[in-house]
T-cell receptor
Framework: EAGVTQFPSHSVIEKGQTVTLRCDPI?????LYWYRRVMGKEIKFLLH????????ESGMPNNRFLAERTGGTYSTLKVQPAELEDSGVYFC????????????????FGDGTRLSIL | GESVGLHLPTLSVQEGDNSIINCAYS??????FIWYKQESGKGPQFIID?????DKRQGQRVTVLLNKTVKHLSLQIAATQPGDSAVYFC???????????FGKGNQVVVIP
């Protein structure tokens, strides 16, 4: 079974530009999450999809960030315009279909996209 | 790697010895806890989990202990191997198994 795939692995852009990160979760993982770690900080939750619906986007830092999951398969996270403080590592995770909030199925993470804003 | 700048607590352990990594959590409403291992350039990898109705759970070479009274979680690794060198994170879910809250992480360095 393929794991969670994130693309690109590394992106370097200038302040003010736009970047789109992609996540392909494990097949059957209807729950999809985005997290990020900015330098010197813990990994922080951004948002949660169930299929194509946003269940919780309380961790999104501001309206420069837009996450989509059309069709309920892969997801994209767009940053527009990028600012210096957006630099960090962005992780995607998935959790199995049908797993209720108190199931024992953990979230499985991809290797992340390292985003560097110059 | 991603640990640069984080100034993580570091545990140095001799190969073959047992390791104990500790984690304090703050939210008494959390009811599901996970330990993740992260190697340089990789994402967090699931190790073991435990629900709040348990105080101990064992896996292969790993044991997680949960003390809800003092809100403390620990991970024990038996017979530590060089491949165990990594950063270890505890995570808790105060909102069901969705929005994970991560700890700062602990760096484990295994000395051959």
């Amino acid at each position: 079974e393929a794991g969670v795939t994130q693309f690109p692995s590394h992106s370097v852009i200038e302040k003010g530009q736009t970047v789109t990160l992609r996540c392909d979760p494990i097949s059957g993982h209807d729950n999809l999450y985005w997290y990020r770690r900015v330098m010197g900080k813990e990994i922080k939750f951004l948002l949660h999809f169930v299929k194509e619906s946003k269940q919780d986007e309380s961790g999104m830092p501001n309206n420069r960030f837009l996450a989509e999951r059309t069709g309920g398969t892969y997801s994209t996270l767009k940053v527009q315009p990028a600012e210096l403080e957006d630099s960090g590592v962005y992780f995607c995770a998935g959790r199995i279909r049908g797993a209720g909030p108190y199931s024992n199925q953990p979230q499985h993470f991809g290797d992340g996209t390292r985003l560097s804003i110059l | 790697g991603e640990s640069v700048g984080l100034h993580l607590p570091t545990l140095s352990v001799q190969e073959g010895d047992n390791s104990i990594i500790n984690c304090a959590y703050s939210n008494s409403a959390s009811d599901y806890f996970i330990w993740y291992k992260q190697e340089s350039g990789k994402g967090p990898q699931f190790i073991i989990d435990i629900r709040s109705n348990m105080d101990k759970r064992q896996g292969q070479r790993v044991t997680v202990l949960l003390n809800k009274t003092v809100k403390h979680l620990s991970l024990q690794i038996a017979a530590t191997q060089p491949g165990d060198s990594a950063v270890y994170f505890c995570a808790e879910t105060p909102y069901g198994n969705n929005r994970l809250a991560f700890g700062k992480g602990n760096q484990v360095v295994v000395i051959p």
